[in-house]
């Protein structure tokens, strides 16, 4: 399995980004698929999944900000991130559940004040 992260970049505080995550070799139709995110210094942590039949859940610090979302013909899944804030700088990842894949390289989120 490849995971293929892609669209961080540099931000201000309140604004808005959208990630994606390319997935070969699984079938994400049938794989609950999530994004996590490790900050410098600290583990990495579960921010939102999604389920085989489309739902979904979220890390508190997230709820309300952040929305999961899959395209299954193209395999891919999506984190649109609004109302970032410094806290959110992080490089983000995607993963099956309890990281079972092989880890991309992620993509960096910055988010200044």
């Known amino acids: 399995v490849q995971l293929v992260e892609s669209g961080g970049g540099l931000v201000q505080t309140g604004g808005s980004l959208r990630l994606s995550c390319a997935v070969s070799?699984?079938?994400?139709?049938?794989?609950?698929m999530g994004w996590y995110r490790q900050a410098p210094g600290k583990q990495r942590e579960l921010v939102a999944m999604?389920?085989?039949?489309?739902?979904?859940n979220y890390a508190d610090s997230v709820k309300g900000r952040f929305t999961i979302s899959s395209d299954n013909a193209e395999n891919t899944v999506y984190l649109q991130m609004n109302n970032l804030n410094p806290e959110d700088s992080a490089v983000y990842y995607c993963?099956?559940?309890?990281?079972?894949?092989?880890w991309g390289q992620g993509t960096q989120v910055t988010v200044s004040s």
């Open positions: 993963n099956g559940p309890n990281g079972n894949y092989a």
């Open positions: 070799g699984a079938n994400i139709r049938i794989n609950a």
């Open positions: 999604v389920y085989v039949g489309d739902s979904t």
